[in-house]
């Protein structure tokens, strides 16, 4: 869960940069919260976080799972309750 902290910290920041920074950049791609677009690469993730954090979110866990591939990467899915 500090990794949910850590990428809900930055949110609060307002800097997109701060957290796609939170993302690989190798191999990436995830379906967004707010966007029926499916994100892929580097760019199209700060794309989608200029907009995303003009929204002001402070997000919540509702149900997670993380999925450890190395001491430096993992897979965190899981449900979020986003107030805006």
Known sequence: QDNFKR??????TKDYRQVAFLYSN??????????PKFIQGTKDTEDY????????????????????????????????TFMT
């Open 26 to 35: 190798k191999d990436l791609s995830f379906l967004p919260t707010v966007s």
């Open 49 to 80: 976080f200029v907009e995303f954090c003009k929204k002001l979110p402070d997000g919540t866990i509702t149900a997670d799972n993380v999925q450890p591939y190395g001491p430096d990467a993992y897979l965190h899915s899981g449900m979020y």
């Open 7 to 12: 990428w809900n910290d930055a949110l609060q």
